[in-house]
């Protein structure tokens, strides 16, 4: 059994939940590697995938899309779970008054419905405004006043909910009936 974690990262912070989630699955004893999306091989070698991305203005990375679209046949005939790095900040409830992580839910994940994946997850991401601007978007943010960037500055990823959907992972895949090989 191998688990490829594959991951779309603009400045580490989706890097870093990918890393975290393979060595995850690895410690368990199932063979899993975290591979950025467009560096990937030979994607049928693979018995299951986790497969995530930051998330920019309510969408996965481009890269991310790319590589469902091009893998969906792949994708759809083994246990796949999807996860993205996005909202910012601690609060689980967001200045409308709804739940943090259905607002910040990507449109992509509709979309990747009809690869019938075992689960989703929202993971917090990290923001450092001091990381060179990659990206249209970041460099007009960049030039607008400090007063106007509203975004929450720092590392919020939190690896006991990482280390959790890891372990469901593992769960699912060493469940009665899909023993590890
Ligand atoms: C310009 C910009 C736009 C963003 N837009 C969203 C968004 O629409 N929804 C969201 O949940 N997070 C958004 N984020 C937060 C990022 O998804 C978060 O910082 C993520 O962890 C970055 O991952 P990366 O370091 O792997 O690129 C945005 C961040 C920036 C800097």
Redesign the pocket.
Known sequence: MRVLVAYA???????GIADRVAERIAASGIEAESVEVTKVRNVSDYDAYVVGS?????RWMKEAARFVNSHGDDLADKPLWLFS????GEDLIDDKGRDVFES?RPKDFDELKALSPVDERVFF???DPEAPAKGM??KL?KKMPASART?PVGDFRDWDAIDAFADEVVDALTREGSTPV
Not at 9 to 15: E, Y
Not at 54 to 58: E, G, H
Not at 85 to 88: A, E, F, I, N, V
């Open positions: 990262s603009k400045h580490g912070a989706t890097a930051a998330v920019y203005m309510s790095s996005g909202p910012l910040s991401g990290a923001y978007a970041e943010m975004l």
